[in-house]
């Protein structure tokens, strides 16, 4: 699946932060595109409208047919999740997950040959430093378990039907499109508002941080290959500190609010430095660059 092959792409989540993003990355790159979404009228917004096929539905109500249609194609980047930003919500794992793998599950049975399916930084849970695919997963969030618990399903199903199975873990991003409750939303809110001051934890932790339309440039690069499978971190392999994060914003925003730091406890379901460790991915894109 690459520029030299259009494919016949499916996409899940399409009209979701990251999705909105990846749609658009596989249309510049000539690829067919297929996105499953429950509310036609969202889809109808996005800045791909007309140029993407959009199949209305949901995952938990498709026909045999839809599921048949749906399978049929080329690769599937099944990026659809629903309950976020509640990550330690338990139906996370009660509701959300079961309807997933089902889902996913029918598509393997029906045929499907490629599957793209997008994990988070939070199944690694308290680990510190530069975290490798390798690193054996303990999460300690219900968000985290249920994505943790979905991956050890669909890679025995996967491998005994020979499907192509990724796993693109994802960790931080900001731009067009994210939450309303996002860090960097609220500072923007607080800009515009002419706040004098802005709320925040003491800042000092260490993520991994990436623009959206970059992660999902990733996502799309990771799809276009088959010759590395398995579990990918998607992300830019660099710890970038919180304050530093909102300070770089303040300067392209040309806003001198002052950071009131320390407001907010540090969340107690991340560790305090952790980032990606990027050795796979670079193994995937820097043969294509």
Same mark, same amino acid.
């Given at each position: ?29 000539? #690829?067919? +595109?297929?996105?499953?979404? !429950?509310?036609?009228?969202? @889809? ?5 409208? &007309? ?21 049929? #194609? /080329?690769? $599937?980047? #099944? %990026? ?6 509640? =990550?330690?919500?338990?139906?996370? +794992? ?21 599957? %793209? ?8 849970? %308290? *680990? ?6 390798? !690193? ?5 969030? @219900? ?5 943790? @618990? %979905? ?14 199975? *990724?796993?693109?873990?994802?960790? =931080? ?14 500072? /923007?809110?607080? $800009? ?12 000092? *932790?260490?993520?991994? =941080? ?14 276009? *290959?088959?010759?590395?499978? &398995? $579990? ?30 320390? #407001? =907010? ?18 193994? $995937? ?5």
């Amino acid at each position: 699946m690459n520029a030299a092959n259009p494919c016949r792409v499916l996409v899940t989540g399409a009209t979701g932060f990251v999705g909105r993003h990846v749609v658009e990355a596989l249309l510049r790159r000539g #690829h067919t +595109v297929t996105v499953l979404c !429950r509310d036609a009228a969202k @889809a109808a917004a996005m800045p791909w409208a &007309g140029r993407a096929e959009v199949v209305p539905g949901d995952i938990a109500s498709l026909t045999p047919a839809q599921l048949d249609r749906l399978a049929a #194609h /080329d690769c $599937i980047l #099944h %990026l659809a999740w629903e309950g976020l930003p509640d =990550y330690k919500a338990e139906t996370q +794992v009660t509701e959300v997950l079961p309807r997933h793998l089902a889902f996913l599950t029918e598509l393997v049975a029906r045929g499907a040959r490629h599957l %793209l399916v997008t994990g988070t930084c939070l199944e690694y849970g %308290l *680990q510190e430093g530069a975290l490798a695919e390798d !690193r054996p997963c303990a999460p300690v969030t @219900a968000y985290g378990r249920a994505k943790d @618990a %979905l991956r050890r399903a669909l890679e025995p199903l996967c491998a005994a039907r020979g499907v192509v199975l *990724q796993w693109a873990r994802l960790f =931080y991003m900001h731009g067009p499109g994210q939450s309303e409750k996002s860090l960097l939303s609220q500072l /923007d809110r607080a $800009i515009s508002v002419g706040a004098e001051s802005f709320n925040m934890s003491g800042g000092e *932790q260490l993520r991994d =941080y990436l623009p959206v339309a970059e992660a999902a440039d990733l996502l799309v690069r990771v799809a276009g *290959q088959t010759r590395v499978s &398995g $579990i990918v971190n998607c992300a830019s392999g660099r710890p970038v500190s919180v304050r530093a994060l909102v300070e770089e914003r303040l300067r392209e925003r040309g806003a001198k609010l002052a950071l009131n730091l320390g #407001h =907010y406890p540090y969340p107690d379901y991340e560790p305090m430095g952790f980032w990606a460790d990027t050795t796979k991915l670079k193994g $995937i894109i820097e043969p294509d660059e």
